[in-house]
């Protein structure tokens, strides 16, 4: 009796049988994008806040924070845009 492989009829893009299915996979990339910058960005105000309640240096610290949370999101895009189009 010989083995058979499965068929995969799915592309990494999500191109399989069901007609909608790139279009989730496009909105869920957009989700993502989404969630890697407001996230970066709140837990770096809120790191810097905790900083700057601890050295009463009230607006540097967070705004500080906050910019260093934006350059970790932009750059978690940056790494799963190039991942996603290295699969493409």
Do not use: C, W
């Amino acid at each position: 009796m010989a083995e058979h492989e499965p068929h995969n009829t799915q592309n990494s893009r999500g191109g399989g049988s069901n007609p909608y299915q790139g279009a989730l996979v496009a909105f869920s990339l957009v989700g993502q994008v989404g969630l890697m910058i407001s996230l970066g960005a709140l837990l770096g105000v809120f790191a810097g806040l905790f900083v700057d309640s601890k050295l009463h240096t009230t607006p540097i610290a967070t705004i500080i924070g906050l910019l260093l949370g934006l350059a970790a999101g932009i750059y978690g895009v940056f790494r799963l845009i190039s991942t996603f189009r290295k699969a493409g």
